[in-house]
């Protein structure tokens, strides 16, 4: 604990020294969301308290600095525990007090144009068509190496990645676990107002069957056996669709994504198919989105997929329905409803709604 105070110390001293001539351009960064989170699962007779309510908060804060033109350092804390797919701090327990944790800290090397390695605690690199979580959550932040390309000609930008990220360090002779990743693609535009993007990965998880889950011993909706260890390998192969335009000056998405594990028998294909319409990117600007997705019990790595949609994980299916609104540069809304069915042999109803107000810096 002492050792993650001293480091929160530097990255204030960090974020808020001002730049002198020849030094380091430091780039602060500071988002804190407020969230009334309210989740029914099963079907509730009126008049039940079937509902759970919840308060809970967000809290991420960090800086980027630019060493070289070819170098740059980025550190980022949020709050929450050491979950690997939620940033969220649920407000319980008579005002205790609440955890940060080390959420981003990676280097970008860039040796030449259209090349780029990144190390550390990262972002997530691939692309997701339409921001999809169905194979990754959006709070996830893998460790280890990324090698990046990507090549614009004049109207077609070819893309590729590649990683080893360290899932599992195990002891006493146990083989650790390692996700061997690649991802090509290839964004291409279609006169002046359309962008199609499509892309092709493959994740290939290694020493996962037969042993248990890799975090806090829950699968997270994939197959275990009686003992609660692993039945499948997850051999992912991963397809993405996008096309961006703008129709009567609105701008658009529309969005596919399929996945299949390859070392599975049952359960093995994953979906989503959605559309969205509006950019929230700018003041007074709003978006809404529609998407549904399936996805089979040992489809996806269910401990890195959406920790939200169906409770989280795999076998699940349904609706999610959002709407943004910002109100300026620092002040945003919105609002999201999941309807969805848990593949649990009871086909199990799980509702959920997020009311989200977010102020950045």
Known sequence: MKTLTRSIALLILFATTPARAGEVDVKPEADVRYRHDALERGDVDPGEEGVNHRQRIRLRFGASGELRDDLSLRLRVASGDDDPVSTNQTLTDAFSKKSLTLDLAYFDYRPVKGFSLVAGKQPNPFFKPGDSQMVWDGDLTPEGLTLLFSRQSARVKWFATGS???????????????????????GVRLGED???????????????????????????????????????????????LELRGKAWKLPFSLFGNVAMNLAAEEGRVAWLAGASVGDPGKPKGWRARYQYRQVGSDAVFGTFSDSDFGGGGTGTRGHLIDGTFTLNEHLSFSLTLFLSRIDDGDDTRYQRIQLDMLVKY
């Not at 080893?164 to 290839?186: H, I, K, N, T």
């Open 194 to 240: 359309f962008l199609l993007v499509a892309s092709g990965a493959f994740y290939d998880y290694t020493a996962l069957k037969g042993r248990l889950p890799v975090y806090d011993d829950d699968p997270f909706g994939n197959t275990v056996d009686a003992g609660g260890l692993l039945v499948n390998d997850y051999n992912l192969v991963d397809g993405g």
């Open 164 to 186: 080893s990220f360290w899932v599992m360090d195990r002891r006493d002779g146990e083989p650790d676990a390692f996700l061997l990743a690649g991802q090509v693609g290839a």
